[in-house]
């Protein structure tokens, strides 16, 4: 595993939380990583702190959801590295509102960030890919796109996760002709700012329903990317990787 030499990767929400640890731990392995966010002041941070790793950084401010910030994003960075060979599609939001209680602009806005996002992204990097004939698409999913989380209401997460799962598997059979693979992985409950500052009562089930009996970290997702962007993995394709310390299985 671990054959790197050379390789470029785009991290987005990569400012912070889980995007962060992973753009780090992908710079760790040699990558030259580009941070991608809308939080530029963020970006900043953490491309000075991979640059000070010796690796090349990129700290681009895009939000998701625009057609043409995405690809002028993709178009900066194969203008200054030539390609793009992992794709890391990260960003997104959670909104822990009951389905009776939610405003559908609130719905909108979140499936255009969790699913219209990745979308985008995936197109405008897989074009590239092909076009190059060789890249690696990750999409951070959730296991809340296979099972219903308790106790919080949060029917729009669920839903937007569950379809970036399916939009991954149909982009792995459409790209895999070109050499090109696309996998998400898929969370459990994770110690980010998002889940930290959830009600005392939330995470206490949150731990009681996790086999393990703790919350992840970010840290223990960045196996799982380095392993779908290796070409360890050169005969997996379409594949939802969970990562949720069994709480799917109970």
């Not at 960030?113 to 985008?120: A, E, K």
């Not at 951070?140 to 099972?147: D, F, K, Q, R, Y």
């Not at 792995?172 to 998002?194: F, K």
């Not at 997996?236 to 949720?244: K, Q, S």
Request: glycine residues 8%; contains cysteine; aromatic residues 6%.
């Amino acid at each position: 595993m671990k054959n790197f030499t050379n390789k470029t990767a785009y991290v987005t929400g990569g400012a912070a939380g889980i995007g962060k640890v992973v753009s780090l731990g992908l710079a760790k392995e040699g990558i030259d990583v580009a941070i991608v966010d809308i939080n530029l002041e963020g970006a900043h941070k953490v491309s000075k702190e991979i640059e000070k790793m010796g690796r090349r950084s990129l700290a681009i401010q895009c939000d998701v959801t625009s057609e043409e910030g995405v690809q002028k994003m993709v178009d900066t960075i194969v203008s200054e590295w030539g390609k793009i060979d992992i794709a890391f599609n990260n960003a997104g939001i959670a909104d822990n509102t009951a389905a009776t209680d939610m405003e559908y602009a609130a719905w909108r806005r979140l499936m255009d960030i969790n699913l219209n996002g990745v979308f985008l992204c995936c197109r405008a990097a897989g074009r590239q890919m092909i076009a190059q004939k060789s890249g690696v698409i990750i999409n951070t999913a959730s296991m809340s796109g296979s099972v219903v989380n308790v106790p919080q209401p949060q029917c729009s997460y669920n839903a937007s996760k569950a379809a970036v799962i399916m939009l991954t598997k149909s982009l792995a059979v459409e790209w895999a002709s070109h050499n090109v693979r696309v996998n998400s992985l898929s969370p459990g409950y994770i110690g980010t700012e998002m889940t930290v500052a959830a009600p005392e009562e939330w995470k206490s089930v949150w731990t009681a329903m996790t086999p393990q009996r703790r919350m992840g970290t970010p840290e223990e997702l960045v196996g799982a990317v380095l392993y779908l962007a290796d070409d360890a993995s050169s005969f997996t394709t379409g594949m939802d990787l969970m990562v949720d310390g069994g709480y799917s299985c109970v």
